[in-house]
């Protein structure tokens, strides 16, 4: 004799075990693989619907459109919230710490005497082991360099900016051998795997806060959108204008430790690319945004490009690990690689 499913008329207690599941799926889909949040989020819904029915039965026929609506209303709240706080955890790193700046003093190279900019960096990665570095680059690298940017041969307008960073990056990463250098000895004391090189890298420059690099003159805080507004009101002085492009090459980033999100992507790219690292840049035009991307084994989001696999890295803001993006800008359809360095 065939048996009937069972009703459950816990209406309350049906929401609350379906939510906790979709979050739990939800989390799990976003972590491990590259589908866009709002498909992520159907899954999530429909996975917990069916397994919440599954273990407790299917809900009385009257409160099943309720109890839908409802475990809708409580995922998006959730998302809405996570967004929040993510912002939140952000902006509390948009502050520059004046004992965390730039000395400029004499040191020696190579038995000579050479008048420096350096900062002495301590910063700890995402599994808890702890570095110190000195960032250091010379007085007349700085000098000559910092204005080449303004000279840039506009070119193709089709790939402007990966153009653009190739550009910065074969002017700048000859002159960046004394941060190198920091990074190979770290390495050789520490006898790190591929991996853990390249999380010392990037979570040193995540270390550094977060500043507003424009094109145009800095104006009060009051003149902008929310998200920029408030990391002036939080920090006034993290913001330097009139840089070309909005963006600061690799060398007067060290001499000044301040910048925004393709500022950072291209020091890493330079310093990766060094160590003959498979490393891309990536923009988004919708997010206003840019990120790197490194060829190497990983779990997490990654963008497919000429048939590789480029696990996407956060570099303005800390903790974030290579495969893991702010829930605010993680949708992976939205990004576009614009320079690899193989």
């Not at 899954?43 to 299917?58: D, N, S």
């Not at 950072?264 to 945004?289: E, M, W």
């Not at 605010?328 to 576009?336: A, K, M």
């Amino acid at each position: 004799m065939a048996t009937r499913t069972k009703k459950n008329t816990g209406g309350c207690f049906f929401i609350l075990v379906a939510f906790f599941l979709a979050i739990g799926i939800f989390l799990f889909i976003s972590i491990a693989s590259s589908l866009p949040e709002s498909v992520a989020l159907i899954i999530a819904i429909i996975g917990a619907g069916f397994l919440t029915i599954k273990w407790l039965g299917v809900p009385a026929r009257k409160s099943a459109v309720q109890i839908a609506g409802s475990l809708v209303v409580l995922i998006v709240v959730f998302r809405i919230g996570v967004s929040i706080l993510t912002s939140l955890s952000s902006n509390s790193e948009h502050r520059f710490i004046p004992e965390e700046g730039v000395t400029k003093t004499m040191q020696l190279i190579e038995n000579d005497s050479v008048l420096v900019y350096a900062s002495n960096r301590v910063w700890q990665d995402n599994y808890g082991s702890r570095y110190s570095a000195s960032l250091t680059v010379r007085d007349t690298d700085y000098t000559t360099l910092r204005n080449h940017i303004d000279d840039y041969p506009y070119t193709d307008p089709v790939n402007f900016w990966g153009n653009l960073y190739s550009y910065i990056d074969k002017k700048d990463g000859p002159h960046l051998d004394l941060v190198v250098a920091e990074f190979a000895r770290i390495n050789k004391e520490r006898n790190l795997n591929q991996m853990e090189f390249a999380e010392m890298v990037v979570t040193c420059v995540q270390d550094i806060p977060y500043s507003l690099v424009f094109s145009e003159t800095c104006l009060p805080a009051s003149n902008y959108e929310d998200s920029i507004k408030q990391v002036l009101i939080d920090c006034p002085e993290c913001c330097i204008g009139n840089v070309a492009y909005g963006i600061q090459n690799p060398v007067s980033f060290l001499q000044n430790l301040k910048g925004d999100c393709d500022t950072r992507t291209v020091l890493i790219y330079s310093i990766l690319k060094h160590f003959n690292y498979d490393v891309a840049i990536l923009n988004s035009d919708f997010y206003r945004h840019s990120i790197i991307g490194i060829n190497i084994p990983a779990k997490g989001k990654h963008k497919i490009y000429n048939g590789k696999k480029y696990k996407v890295w956060e570099t303005t803001t800390k903790y974030f690990e290579a495969g893991e993006l702010p829930y605010s800008f993680n949708d992976i359809t939205h990004w576009n690689v614009v320079l690899t360095s193989k």
